[in-house]
Structures are given as structure tokens and as C-alpha cells.
């Protein structure tokens, strides 16, 4: 996909998917975050997709997750049995929008860390292996 193709594939996520994101249009190019009470302005979704569709990595079959907050917009890739098998953010918190990902600290949690590009963002997100592996260990196995 060019840029181009890019940019109207993602447009249309956001479409898609804001009603499932917990968030509703406000009727004036933006939209209402309930959990957070807060609204997203069109022109962040906007920032958004361009630094998405900037990035070289390949976007097809890609879902708009959640928005665990305001200036953080999650991403996934399931696999064909419907998993989700690569995750990516888009952090806005500081001003600027970048891939970024979840790595897994003891003591601390869950925190995130800025990427280069979209791949390493996959590349080195611990999420999914973190929550598995967590299930797992209160599974028993």
C-alpha cells in the first residue's frame, strides 16, 4: 500500500472502530472518550495516521484495539484463528506521535517504551507473552 491507500484504510479503521473503543462522535470532529471523560480531537486521529501510514510496515488486517487513554491508541494483528499476535501504540502523551510498545518490569508492572518504527514496536511488545505467561502460572502450568 502507498501512502495514499494507506491513509483511506486507516481513515476508515477509525471509522469502524471508535464505537467499539468506548468513544462517540461529538458531532464536531471529535470524539467523546467515556471511561476517560475526556474528548480526541480529529486532528490527533489525523496525526495518528500519518504516522502510520508513513511507516514502511505493511498495515493490512490491522484493528484499532482500544484506547486505554486519550493520547494512546493501541493496534493489533490476529492471526487466522483470531488471536492477537502482534500489538503496536501510537503514544501522543508528549506532543509527539510514535510507535511504542508494553514491556513487563517486576515491581513495576506494565510500562511502555518508544520505538523507531512499527516493527520494532511488534518486535519488542510484551503484552500478549506477559499475559499468557501470567495465565499460565495461575493455571498451574
Known amino acids: 500500500m502507498n501512502y ?3 491513509t483511506r ?6 471509522a469502524d ?38 511507516d514502511e510496515y505493511d498495515i493490512q ?6 484506547i486505554s487513554h486519550p493520547k494512546i491508541f493501541s493496534f493489533s494483528f490476529r492471526d487466522e484463528n483470531g488471536e492477537e499476535e502482534r500489538l503496536f501504540d501510537i503514544d501522543c502523551t508528549d506532543g509527539r506521535c ?11 508492572g506494565f510500562t511502555m517504551k518508544n520505538a523507531i518504527s512499527i516493527s520494532e514496536a511488534i518486535d519488542k511488545n510484551e503484552f500478549v507473552q506477559k499475559c499468557e505467561e501470567m495465565e499460565n502460572k495461575k493455571k498451574g502450568l
Open 17 to 54: 472502530y471508535l464505537g467499539d473503543c468506548d468513544c462517540e462522535p461529538n458531532g464536531d470532529g471529535t470524539f467523546h472518550l467515556i471511561s476517560w471523560d475526556e474528548d480526541i480531537d480529529e486532528d490527533l486521529v489525523n496525526r495518528v495516521i500519518e504516522v502510520i501510514a508513513k
Open 4 to 6: 495514499q491507500e494507506k
Open 98 to 108: 510514535r510507535p511504542s510498545y508494553v514491556v513487563w518490569g517486576e515491581g513495576v
Open 61 to 66: 488486517g490491522m484493528q484499532l484495539r482500544e
Open 9 to 14: 484504510y486507516l481513515s476508515e479503521l477509525f
